[in-house]
């Protein structure tokens, strides 16, 4: 069992940026796949990006590519999720999870814990 928590989720305007942290509750935490979705208000969970466990390949949905970056601290069995450009069409509840897939994948079905989200609000 893995246990995952969000933090960092808040109010900004658009043009603003936020970090997104996700701990992990296990040392194996560095053997998962990990990958942080959103959901806005009527809308469907999506994909917004996923990294390998070493953190060597990244992957994106073509609407954060280039604004947002994904990174991991095995370490600290925590991953961050760096937004930046936010705008209106960002906003959503951000969700982190872990898979045991060997590299980044984009179907939500592959990840097996999920965490309870962090709601990221982004005013015009």
């Known amino acids: 069992q893995v246990q995952l928590v969000e933090s960092g989720g808040g109010l900004v305007q658009a043009g603003g940026s936020l970090r997104l942290s996700c701990a992990a509750s296990?040392?194996?935490?560095?053997?998962?796949?990990m990958g942080w979705f959103r959901q806005a208000p009527g809308k469907e969970r999506e994909f917004v990006a996923a990294?390998?466990?070493?953190?060597?390949?990244?992957v994106y949905a073509d609407s954060v590519k280039g604004r947002f970056t994904l990174s991991r601290d095995n370490n600290k069995n925590t991953v961050y999720l760096q937004m930046n450009s936010l705008n209106p069409e960002d906003t959503a509840a951000y969700y982190c999870?872990?898979?045991?897939?060997?590299?980044?994948?984009?179907?939500?079905?592959?990840?097996?814990?999920w965490g309870q989200g962090t709601q990221v609000t982004v005013s015009s």
């Open positions: 999870a872990a898979s045991p897939a060997a590299l980044p994948r984009k179907e939500q079905v592959l990840y097996t814990y």
């Open positions: 296990r040392r194996t935490f560095s053997s998962y796949t």
């Open positions: 990294i390998s466990w070493s953190g060597g390949t990244t």
